[in-house]
């Protein structure tokens, strides 16, 4: 029976793996997290309906070591803890050091990017370490490997997240956005790497099943991985929203204040801008977006553009960034996942992988 660690196993997205993994008899899940009240609910929420073994721990990423890890006897560490861009490679080493594998959901672009410098320790251990195992850059990269066989080259990649307003996201996930707002970054722009701004400019998408969405430019490792895994590309715009324009204008306003100077971040302002949107919950919807647009050419050098949309109904899209690390969990306790070494999350998942772990979630993907 493989002994799965989830760390923040009880927040917004590491309940949700928690949850996913729970229903295979074939693995013991630690609930994990500072708070040992906290996972012990969730254990119990979960041990309800569980057909693994379901156990809860208190243990917290700033503090944890290779000690702690052995003594839970985990073999696989799924760190579900943000953000992630203040964080260091210390829990993925004491995985190493405890020889359990490691995935995380890390959007940090530094932080995924420089996974890579544990490789030679992961591979002396025999274990897999990998990082950005989300809806970035692991769910992205399955969309567009998928696809790409239809073009020849692929010339300009646009593509986007925007949640329903239903998402309860948490004090540290909106302070991780708010913390990027206004904030320059470089991206893929006519073939050079060109400056940024976070939440700028205003991009509208119009979608049926999700009216018109307010969109702006965002950070994400991708913007490095991207242009390496995909070369021909000549153009990369990741773009994030929130449902309810009024928030997303707000968060436009505010880049604007951090670009000019006039505030260093808007991250202090989670706890307050999480407070009025928790009070406006009963505007927007419950589905959440993504799509992914590739305009290229394609086997005959013609014009060629496809859109890929997703759209998850019944605020089901808070599953979707835990999906990659379910599925990789999953194969590397069934044995079926070998590569080892650490690396960014690219080609470990694929879009079959995503679609079948997906199959009972209101989630519907259309092809354009």
Same mark, same amino acid.
């Given at each position: 029976?493989?002994?799965?660690?989830?760390?923040?196993?009880?927040?917004?997205? /590491?309940?949700? %793996?928690?949850?996913?993994?729970?229903?295979?008899?074939?693995?013991?899940?630690?609930?994990?997290?500072?708070?040992?009240?906290?996972?012990?609910?969730?254990?119990?929420?979960?041990?309800?309906?569980?057909?693994?073994? %379901?156990?809860?721990?208190?243990?917290?990423?700033?503090?944890?070591?290779?000690?702690?890890?052995?003594?839970?006897?985990?073999?696989?560490?799924?760190?579900?803890?943000?953000?992630?861009?203040?964080?260091?490679?210390?829990?993925?080493?004491?995985?190493?050091?405890? /020889?359990?594998?490691?995935?995380?959901?890390?959007?940090?672009?530094?932080?995924?990017?420089?996974?890579?410098?544990?490789?030679?320790?992961?591979?002396?251990?025999?274990?897999?370490?990998?990082?950005?195992?989300?809806?970035?850059?692991?769910?992205?990269?399955?969309?567009?490997?998928?696809?790409?066989?239809?073009?020849?080259?692929?010339?300009?990649?646009?593509?986007?997240?925007?949640?329903?307003?239903?998402?309860?996201?948490?004090?540290?996930?909106?302070?991780?956005?708010?913390?990027?707002? *206004?904030?320059?970054?470089?991206?893929?722009?006519? *073939?050079?790497?060109?400056?940024?701004?976070?939440?700028?400019?205003?991009?509208?998408?119009?979608?049926?099943?999700?009216?018109?969405?307010?969109?702006?430019?965002?950070?994400?490792?991708?913007?490095?991985?991207?242009?390496?895994?995909?070369?021909?590309?000549?153009?990369?715009?990741?773009?994030?929203?929130?449902?309810?324009?009024?928030?997303? /204008?707000?968060?436009?306003?505010?880049?604007?204040?951090?670009?000019?100077?006039?505030?260093?971040?808007?991250?202090?302002?989670?706890?307050?801008?999480?407070?009025?949107?928790?009070?406006?919950?009963?505007?927007?919807?419950?589905?959440?977006?993504?799509? %992914?647009?590739?305009?290229?050419?394609?086997?005959?050098?013609?014009?060629?553009?496809?859109?890929?949309?997703?759209?998850?109904?019944? /605020?089901?899209?808070?599953?979707?960034?835990?999906?990659?690390?379910?599925? %990789?969990?999953?194969?590397?306790?069934?044995?079926?996942?070998?590569?080892? *070494?650490?690396?960014?999350?690219?080609?470990?998942?694929?879009?079959?992988?995503?679609?079948?772990?997906?199959?009972?979630?209101?989630?519907?993907?259309?092809?354009?």
């Amino acid at each position: 029976m493989t002994r799965i660690v989830v760390l923040g196993g009880y927040g917004v997205f /590491g309940s949700r %793996i928690a949850e996913r993994l729970a229903r295979d008899p074939a693995l013991r899940v630690i609930v994990a997290g500072r708070s040992l009240a906290s996972a012990e609910a969730k254990r119990d929420a979960l041990a309800a309906q569980a057909t693994a073994k %379901i156990e809860a721990a208190a243990l917290d990423v700033m503090a944890i070591d290779a000690d702690t890890l052995r003594r839970l006897g985990g073999q696989i560490v799924i760190n579900a803890v943000g953000p992630y861009q203040a964080q260091d490679y210390r829990v993925a080493r004491a995985a190493i050091g405890a /020889g359990a594998h490691y995935i995380d959901l890390a959007d940090a672009r530094a932080f995924v990017t420089g996974i890579a410098a544990l490789d030679a320790e992961a591979r002396s251990a025999g274990v897999l370490v990998t990082s950005g195992a989300s809806s970035v850059p692991a769910l992205a990269a399955a969309v567009i490997d998928d696809l790409a066989p239809r073009f020849e080259s692929l010339g300009t990649l646009t593509y986007a997240i925007s949640p329903g307003n239903s998402f309860d996201p948490g004090e540290a996930t909106v302070a991780s956005i708010l913390g990027a707002v *206004g904030k320059p970054f470089t991206t893929l722009r006519d *073939g050079v790497m060109a400056t940024a701004h976070g939440w700028q400019p205003l991009v509208t998408h119009r979608g049926a099943d999700t009216g018109t969405r307010w969109l702006g430019a965002c950070d994400v490792p991708d913007l490095d991985l991207f242009p390496i895994r995909y070369p021909t590309l000549r153009t990369q715009r990741f773009l994030a929203g929130v449902e309810v324009r009024l928030f997303h /204008g707000g968060l436009w306003l505010l880049s604007w204040l951090v670009r000019a100077g006039l505030a260093p971040s808007v991250a202090p302002l989670a706890r307050p801008l999480l407070a009025l949107k928790r009070r406006l919950g009963f505007l927007g919807s419950d589905r959440g977006l993504m799509f %992914i647009r590739i305009d290229g050419r394609d086997r005959n050098r013609e014009p060629l553009s496809v859109t890929w949309t997703l759209v998850a109904h019944q /605020g089901h899209g808070p599953y979707i960034p835990g999906i990659p690390a379910v599925i %990789i969990a999953r194969r590397l306790a069934a044995g079926l996942e070998t590569q080892r *070494g650490a690396m960014p999350c690219l080609g470990l998942v694929t879009h079959a992988d995503f679609n079948r772990e997906v199959a009972d979630l209101d989630i519907r993907q259309n092809l354009a």
